[in-house]
């Protein structure tokens, strides 16, 4: 949409007043008066200028940010708050009141990515999202899906560069010159008219609703095998997708309940059944699927009476085809109302992720900035309306892959990035990239690098092709310990890979050394880049020691948090079997940091923690002339030997 277009739209208001500026500096998580305060900015008591004409009962409000993220999901959340902690003003734009998308407790799937369940040990996603599983795994052991909400908020929340519109509609976009210079967005629930104007854009809207008002490239549905010589693509071209689901959980109520399913319910018979497993009870099925077929944007309300139809109609067979009469004293709980989508629009990147990549085929692209290992899992259209087949083809991968920055921003609307399904991807390969897990750390990439580009001036296209920013970019992530295969930490201003490192002892081959080895997970029955020491040889230390004294104001250490393990929140008990739901037994939980001073002398005490249940941790100091810093761990969460993958000192 042109200028012009907007401001018609609009209403032609010229005498917007009330200026917000999103977010503001600092990294010291805001007070609750100060979180307060920020919502007479999004809702301004005493508004000021013009109403649109065509909504003369909408208030208008105008923001301003540095990046403008559209959609909530675990993309946009992760793509939002790494932006945030970079240093950009971010606005975070979601259509529904909570966050998480599909992950959220309004659709309950769970998240799954690299690790293929379990599948691919070792492999489990870094940075945000694994912040993120190891403070649910901890504070919500029950599995609440609600409390996963909760968590989100929280953690948008925290970010003092971050102002988040919930129940906030994207409808429209003004450019110019190729760029996206605003948008247009609603809340009904509180009447108000959003303008949104930032330098960079982030679509994480799964739909591509961002994309599609500003006129970006995009595709839908499958390309034929002729285009990219996929083996795994059609034979012909067509817009048929992955179908979208509807899930239940269901419990053991301890006394017979009947079940009578509306007269609209499908009819479900065992034939239909033969390649679909309903042993178990408490938490279905992906398998409901339906909708590929046709539209899944504009034939949602239909795919939705679909979807329900069929779980009420599986549910009708588990409770009274006489096939499963120790379902009797089960029942519902809980019915999703939103069909969790799969798949819908993906945009054009200056590169386009197909099979040949993901199989390897190609070589490591030099701008990977995440990774994916989900198998090729293709599902056919009409999910449920094709019983006679198997309702998945899934196609393991012989490795993880990486997933380059050229993918994440748009070919032709130059500050246009994006992150989660409808990245840059041919059908065959987005059946990988689409789950959460892999969604959560593109949108950490794209938030990332959104933040260099406004710090730097530069737009997307441009951070790639300045190698030496680019390679900032990677350094910069990997600091987040997000994970990019064949990286390793190379950053000059690590300090710590300058110094000496010996310990009190050590376990194996997991040498003190290990830690500056520039990689922070090993795959199981690995000791290549951890320094490990048994307990019952007395508390273990580390210790970074220089030549000549250091300025040092941030100590960075990376721990053991059990990659080899799944972690996900799951309505499944068997996938939930597989996981500690609680603090990681191999994660350092007590632990002292010292410093022996310049000048030398007595070591001074930096920090002493409790209680610690994360990975990645950071302790910032007023700056102090150092020789040696030692960490000594005094306890993990139960395993008997202490673990420590990488330390980083900073000036």
């Not at 071209?237 to 109520?253: C, E, K, M, N, V």
Request: charged residues 25%.
């Amino acid at each position: 949409m042109n200028r012009r277009e907007f401001l018609t739209l609009t209403g032609g208001l010229t005498g917007y007043t009330v200026f917000v500026q999103a977010g503001g500096p600092g990294v010291a998580p805001p007070a609750r008066e100060e979180i307060a305060a920020q919502f007479e900015r999004i809702a301004p008591p005493h508004p000021a200028g013009d109403r649109f004409a065509v909504e003369p009962h909408m208030t208008p409000v105008e923001l301003t940010c540095d990046v403008l993220v559209a959609g909530g999901g675990m993309a946009g959340v992760c793509a939002a708050i790494a932006a945030a902690r970079h240093g950009a003003r971010v606005v975070l734009i979601q259509d529904r009141s909570r966050l998480g998308g599909n992950a959220s407790s309004e659709v309950k799937m769970h998240i799954v990515g690299a690790n293929a369940h379990g599948g691919r040990p070792g492999w489990r996603e870094g940075g945000l999202i694994e912040e993120f599983r190891l403070d649910d795994a901890v504070n919500n052991p029950h599995r609440s899906f609600e409390l996963w909400d909760l968590l989100l908020y929280d953690k948008v929340m925290r970010e003092p560069n971050l102002t988040l519109l919930l129940d906030t509609t994207l409808f429209a976009a003004e450019t110019g010159e190729g760029l996206i210079r605003r948008v247009l967005a609603r809340c009904d629930k509180t009447e108000h008219l959003y303008r949104v104007a930032a330098k960079q854009f982030l679509d994480c809207t799964g739909d591509s609703r961002l994309g599609l008002e500003a006129e970006a490239e995009f595709r839908v549905g499958r390309e034929a095998k002729s285009e990219f010589g996929e083996s795994l693509a059609c034979d012909e071209a067509d817009r048929q997708t992955l179908g979208s689901s509807i899930l239940f959980t269901a419990r053991d109520y301890g006394r017979p309940l009947p079940f009578t399913p509306p007269v609209w319910a499908r009819k479900v018979t065992r034939e239909m059944l033969q390649f679909r497993g309903i042993s178990s009870w408490e938490y279905g099925y992906w398998w409901i699927e339906w909708g590929g077929q046709l539209d899944s944007i504009r034939d949602n309300e239909r795919i939705r009476f679909e979807l329900l139809a069929i779980v009420l109609g599986v549910w009708d067979y588990i409770k009274n085809s006489g096939d499963r009469p120790d379902s009797a004293n089960w029942g519902m709980d809980w019915i999703g109302f939103i069909p969790g989508k799969r798949e819908s629009r993906r945009l054009v990147g200056d590169y386009i992720l197909t099979q040949h990549d993901l199989q390897g085929q190609r070589g490591e692209p030099e701008d990977a900035v995440a990774v994916g290992g989900w198998p090729l899992d293709d599902h056919p259209p009409s999910g449920f309306d094709a019983w006679r087949e198997p309702p998945f083809r899934s196609v393991p991968l012989p490795d993880v892959y990486n997933i380059p920055l050229r993918c994440l921003y748009s070919r032709n609307v130059r500050n246009l990035w994006m992150a989660g399904r409808n990245i840059s991807a041919s059908h065959v390969a987005f059946s990988s990239t689409r789950v959460m897990a892999t969604c959560a750390v593109i949108g950490q990439a794209a938030g990332t690098a959104a933040a260099l580009c406004v710090r730097h001036g530069l737009l997307p296209r441009q951070l790639y092709e300045d190698k030496a920013r680019l390679h900032e970019l990677q350094q910069t992530l990997l600091r987040d310990d997000q994970t990019i295969k064949g990286l390793k930490n190379e950053d000059p201003a690590d300090l710590a890979r300058t110094a000496k490192v010996s310990a009190s002892h050590f376990h194996g081959p997991a040498r003190p050394q290990n830690v500056l080895s520039g990689e922070v997970r090993d795959l199981p029955g690995q000791w290549t880049h951890c320094w490990a020491a048994k307990f019952d040889e007395g508390e273990p230390w580390l210790e970074l020691a220089w030549d000549q004294p250091q300025r040092i104001r941030e100590v960075q250490i990376t721990f053991d948090s059990g990659f080899h393990r799944e972690l996900t929140l799951s309505a499944s008990d068997h996938v939930s079997r597989q996981m500690v739901r609680a603090p990681q037994p191999e994660t350092v939980r007590d632990y002292t940091l010292s410093c022996q001073p310049g000048g030398g002398g007595e070591w001074r005490e930096l920090t002493r923690v409790t209680g610690n249940h994360q990975r990645l941790v950071r302790h910032r100091f007023e700056p102090v002339e150092v020789r040696a810093l030692r960490l000594q761990v005094h306890a993990t969460h139960g395993d008997p030997i202490a673990r420590v993958y990488e330390v980083r000192a900073y000036g």
